[in-house]
T-cell receptor, first 112, second 114 residues
Framework: AQSVTQLGSHVSVSEGALVLLRCNYSSSVPPYLFWYVQYPNQGLQLLLKYTTGATLVKGINGFEAEFKKSETSFHLTKPSAHMSDAAEYFCAVVQGAQKLVFGQGTRLTINP | EPEVTQTPSHQVTQMGQEVILRCVPISNHLYFYWYRQILGQKVEFLVSFYNNEISEKSEIFDDQFSVERPDGSNFTLKIRSTKLEDSAMYFC????????????FGPGTRLLVL
């Protein structure tokens, strides 16, 4: 069964600093990977996804993620953090037909 | 831009009562889902629904839960006899046919069982 591990339940960075949120997956088949963001009191919004093709995926709000098969990773990055990036971020992998399996989530805090 | 909507946004109920959570998926989507997120925990899959039947369900989705698409637009989750541990945020999602397609989530219904 596919699973996802997000290292670090809380990450804090300064405004303008690099954001790096870690995600490792386990999958017996080529994975379909997603990053979702959850702003306070809101639902889940898709940031980006990897299905096939280019391993560096660009998403909304300046985020990107790189699929590294050798490391079974799909880390999320953003070169320069903005205060509005403060939210909870979830990595997910598709299991079976279309079920999403989520990681535990990483709460990102931006310090002024 | 099309979006998934959910009602109510908040629901408070007494233990043992029945609740129905409602969702309107994106109109041309074919797969529908319910997930839940207990406070402080990760988002968990409950059930997927396609062609008017359940296509997959988790261990959480026991006989107390049921789903229905009563008309062409609504998708509902019913909990027959709520328990304290059913308190959570419930998310509806919808997607197209392909495994690669994105699941679009609604804003959620926060259920509190007293």
């Amino acid at each position: 069964a596919q699973s996802v591990t997000q290292l670090g339940s809380h990450v804090s960075v300064s405004e303008g600093a690099l954001v790096l949120l870690r995600c490792n997956y386990s999958s017996s088949v080529p994975p379909y990977l997603f990053w979702y963001v959850q702003y306070p009191n809101q639902g889940l919004q898709l940031l980006l996804k990897y299905t096939t093709g280019a391993t560096l995926v660009k998403g909304i709000n300046g985020f990107e993620a790189e699929f590294k098969k050798s490391e079974t990773s799909f880390h999320l990055t953003k070169p320069s953090a903005h205060m509005s990036d403060a939210a909870e971020y979830f990595c997910a992998v598709v299991q079976g037909a279309q079920k999403l399996v989520f990681g535990q989530g990483t709460r990102l805090t931006i310090n002024p | 831009e099309p979006e998934v909507t959910q009602t109510p946004s908040h629901q408070v109920t007494q233990m043992g009562q029945e609740v129905i959570l409602r969702c309107v998926p994106i109109s041309n989507h074919l797969y529908f889902y319910w997930y839940r997120q207990i406070l402080g925990q990760k988002v968990e899959f409950l059930v997927s629904f396609y062609n008017n039947e359940i296509s997959e369900k988790s261990e959480i989705f026991d006989d107390q839960f049921s789903v229905e698409r009563p008309d062409g637009s609504n998708f509902t989750l019913k909990i027959r006899s709520t328990k304290l541990e059913d308190s959570a945020m419930y998310f509806c999602a919808s997607s197209g046919m392909s495994v690669q397609e994105t699941q679009y989530f609604g804003p959620g219904t926060r259920l509190l069982v007293l």
